[in-house]
């Protein structure tokens, strides 16, 4: 049996958990290694050599080491595609660039304002750091123009890439789920009808919910 | 606007009155009007061109984005129809421009039937699709592969927020007529100077920042970068050895240069 993967990080942050959304499609064995960022264990130089940002997730296996959590997903959806789900990375040339085009898109127009909403909405009342209502104001109205296009494509497509649950969709997983259930800014999800149709699917996938369950279970216990 | 005697020699210009996408067969020389025709170039890099499914490109020549694209297809080589889109009267919303891209930015990119939006999206598929054209610009070999896919969402997520929004300060908004704000310039730099901090420690060990070899990652950097050495900027990447070397090898590359004569045609 292979050796498990490993991932460092906690669960809770939104890039580890796209990391382990795409290992558990791919049913591939994975050692989930704490990081206690609260401690500052992240800005180490020990983590540096592996992730020289000083951010989570990092990822090993057997014979690489690697960070940036969609890179990390592309790596391990193509090292194991023919175990799991075979069609989360494509199985040609033009599915591959429909679910490159719609994962661009996740990183570059959905992903800044719904990280900025997640931070101020979900992380800094925790953090007990003050929220910027100017902030919180132009990501929502930005965010919004986004899910307007969604809204659209969901009508003519089932899924984002295409008639599959592909990485583009599984990328959107980390940041909808806080939105959806610990903000008031879900609504703008579930309001729509198509957009509330594929997140009602995709975050309804087994993996998911165990990745939710491993978010949701107490951190481990500092040596 | 001028004909340039370049184009002439290198191709064909189509001259077309409306929006559609351009006939780039028979060369259909005519008089020229300023600026109410929509000016496709058809840029012929071979001598004799073959006959391939048609590559095109909607977007600015100014732009970011579309320059990424554009610098991928004149590394590989790669013959291809650049239609303009004129983003001061709003063409990149139009019905027509939104069916290409329904998030109404440019670059939009046809290869025949397919279309595709994302910049790094499509240097990827040209990459992929034409890996045995001109410039090898990924890696056969898959876990080199997936160093250089790390240090391309690098380049996405931990450079491109900051360089772009310098980009604006320091570059676009003095062409628009606006005040650029010295107190985000200096915060833009400083945050940008702790990602390059990082890039200069990896090109100690790296001759390019996805590997040994020039590809993607490399690449996307130069349309922002482009803009940032015109600037005050340009201090944070002369002061790191490294980083100085690297941009000094990646952009003195010809088609680099192809892409910045787009500019002053």
């Not at chain 1, 591939?28 to 989570?56: A, C, R, T, W």
């Not at chain 2, 290198?10 to 067969?25: A, R």
């Not at chain 2, 990459?127 to 250089?148: F, R, V």
């Not at chain 2, 915060?187 to 920042?209: N, P």
């Amino acid at each position: 049996m292979a050796t498990p993967v490993k991932v460092y990080g906690p669960p809770m942050s939104t890039a580890v958990s796209r990391v382990l959304a795409c290992l558990l499609e791919k049913d591939v064995n994975f050692q989930l290694i704490p990081v206690d960022m609260s401690k500052g264990e992240h800005k180490k130089p020990d983590y540096l050599k592996i992730q020289p940002f000083g951010q989570v997730p990092s990822f090993q296996d057997e014979s690489i080491s690697l960070f940036e959590s969609r890179a990390i997903c592309r790596y391990v959806s193509e090292k194991y595609a023919n175990q799991g789900n075979k069609r989360l990375y494509g199985t040609n040339p033009l599915e591959k660039a429909s679910i490159e085009q719609w994962l661009e898109a996740e990183g570059q127009s959905f992903n800044p304002p719904s990280s900025a909403l997640v931070f101020q909405l979900a992380f800094a009342p925790r953090m007990k750091l003050k929220q910027d209502l100017g902030v919180i104001k132009q990501s929502e109205e930005k965010l919004a123009k986004v899910l307007d296009v969604y809204e659209q494509r969901l009508g003519e497509s089932r899924f984002l890439a295409g008639d599959e649950f592909t990485l583009a969709d599984l990328s959107h997983l980390p940041n909808t789920q806080y939105l959806v259930s610990v903000t008031e800014k879900g609504e703008m999800f579930t309001k729509r009808k198509n957009v509330g149709r594929w997140w009602s699917e995709i975050s309804g996938r087994d993996s998911w919910k165990k990745v939710v369950d491993l978010q949701k279970a107490p951190p481990p216990k500092s040596a | 606007m001028a004909l340039d005697e370049n184009v002439l020699e290198k191709g064909i210009l189509n001259v077309t009155p409306s929006l559609q996408t351009v006939n780039t067969q028979a060369p259909q020389p005519s008089f020229l009007h300023s600026h109410t025709l929509k000016i496709s170039l058809f840029v012929s890099l071979l001598p004799n061109p073959a006959v391939m499914a048609v590559l095109k490109v909607h977007g600015s020549p100014f732009s970011t984005a579309t320059m990424r694209v554009v610098s991928a297809l004149y590394e590989k080589g790669l013959q291809f129809e650049f239609v303009s889109i004129d983003m001061k009267v709003g063409q990149h919303k139009s019905e027509a421009f939104l069916a290409l891209n329904p998030f109404g930015q440019v670059p939009a990119f046809e290869d025949g039937d397919l279309k595709l939006f994302e910049s790094r999206a499509i240097t990827q598929y040209i990459a992929h699709e034409y890996a045995s054209n001109g410039t090898q610009l990924i890696c056969p070999d898959s876990k080199k592969m997936a160093i250089m896919s790390v240090w391309m969402e690098v380049e996405a997520h931990q450079y491109d927020p900051h360089a772009a929004k310098l980009c604006f300060e320091l570059c676009i908004k003095p062409m628009l007529g606006l005040t650029t704000d010295p107190a985000a310039v200096e915060d833009l730099e400083a945050k940008l100077g702790k990602v390059l901090d990082v890039y200069e420690a990896r090109l100690t060990q790296s001759k390019y920042l996805g590997g040994d070899c020039l590809g993607l990652a490399d690449l996307h950097h130069l349309p922002t970068l482009h803009y940032l050495l015109g600037s005050s900027a340009k201090k944070l990447f002369d002061s790191r050895p490294h980083v100085s070397a690297w941009v000094a090898d990646i952009t003195a590359r010809p088609a680099w240069a192809k892409v910045i004569a787009m500019q002053k045609s």
